[in-house]
């Protein structure tokens, strides 16, 4: 079986992948408890699939018994721009950088299928197999940090040595009993830069999130109006949030990725507020077709796009908010209106006569 896994980590990279590392479905034994915190806590937040599926996602050996082992995958998606930067450019949107091209989810299945086919050519049509990405009650970060593909950070997200925070995980379950690797140890040391740039304090501790205050959640799967007080934390950030990620001392030693379809599109880079507040359903459905931005759908994408123009500071894009406040969409229209009076506040300010030195 050694001779085996070492073909198949030079598969997978032949594949696309940057790293393979194997662990044991049952190698996760801390899972259940953090787990079981994390939703007592109501920090899933409107997530409610996380405890549906919690007796599958706290024991990855139950989601298939037969398994004896996962092949766990990660993929560059390195930046090759400073992802903060559109964070100072308040009238244009900021889109988290997995989501400025082609919806991973696609690319890393396809490359987890061939790779999964080749190790059943190599062994026997009698080899099982079930690949995972993302789709799936997998704690793909727990199996990763088991595997030794990284560490699970101050941030919970997996840190590698090699891909610094900027990594895809895909995961192969197999009937194969083949040779497991060690685990990854704790590098963070006493570093806190993850925790401290969160602009809405999502980290109650170290290694804790609640994603009801995490902004990636709150653009992406939080339905409905977002909390007032939440709303001029979120900046110009309309799809995701790459703060904690983009700090981490790691990625210095991280490669800018392989795969050119995680590279950014031109538009998606720092789009024009005005622009995007242009969108009906059709225009958006065209604009992100192959995206994972398209599953959100137009409602909470303009909602997202209403906050940003909101905080942009920017009174030459009230009439595009006011556009909207009359929207069928009650979220649309609550925070056209809401972004409507901050940018009317702006306009005050500008039109008071200055006093007189």
């Not at 990636?216 to 409905?224: C, D, K, V």
């Not at 904690?244 to 995680?262: D, G, S």
Request: with cysteine; glycine share 6%.
């Amino acid at each position: 079986m050694d001779a085996l896994k070492r073909r198949l980590v030079a598969q997978a990279v032949v594949e696309g992948f940057d790293l393979a590392r194997i662990c044991r479905p049952w190698d996760v034994p801390q899972v259940p408890a953090r787990l079981t915190e994390f939703l007592d806590k109501g920090r899933h937040g409107q997530m409610g699939w996380l405890a549906e599926r919690s007796h599958w996602r706290s024991d990855p050996a139950a989601l298939w018994p037969e398994a004896h082992s996962v092949i766990m995958l990660g993929e560059s998606y390195t930046p090759e721009h400073d992802p903060l930067a559109v964070l100072e450019r308040r009238s244009e949107g900021a889109i988290s950088v997995y989501a400025q091209n082609r919806d991973y989810h696609d690319l890393v299945k396809k490359r987890l299928k061939r790779l999964a086919r080749w190790l059943i050519a190599e062994t026997s049509a009698a080899t099982g197999v079930k690949v995972f990405v993302d789709t799936a009650p997998v704690p793909e970060k727990p199996l990763g940090a088991a595997a030794g593909l990284g560490w699970q950070g101050k941030h919970t997200n997996l840190v590698s040595r090699d891909l610094g925070s900027w990594f895809f995980l895909g995961s192969i379950f197999t009937t194969l009993d083949l040779p497991a690797d060690a685990p990854e140890v704790d590098h963070c040391g006493s570093c806190r830069a993850c925790l401290e740039i969160c602009p809405t304090s999502a980290f109650p501790a170290p290694y804790q999130l609640d994603a009801r205050r995490c902004i990636s959640y709150l653009t992406i799967e939080h339905h409905g109006p977002v909390d007032v007080p939440l709303r001029a934390l979120m900046g110009n950030r309309i799809y995701g949030c790459d703060d904690c990620l983009a700090v981490c001392p790691w990625n210095k030693f991280a490669q800018e990725a392989r795969e050119v379809r995680y590279h950014a599109r031109a538009d998606l880079l720092a789009p024009p507020l005005a622009e995007l507040a242009q969108l009906d359903d059709a225009s958006f459905r065209a604009k992100f077709s192959g995206s994972p931005i398209k599953r959100i759908g137009i409602g909470r994408f303009l909602r997202n796009v209403m906050y940003a123009i909101g905080n942009s500071g920017d009174a030459g894009l009230r009439a595009t908010a006011q556009a909207h406040c009359e929207s069928a969409d009650p979220t649309v229209a609550d925070a056209a209106r809401w972004a409507a009076g901050r940018l009317e506040t702006v306009e005050i300010r500008m039109d008071r006569p200055q006093d007189p030195a």
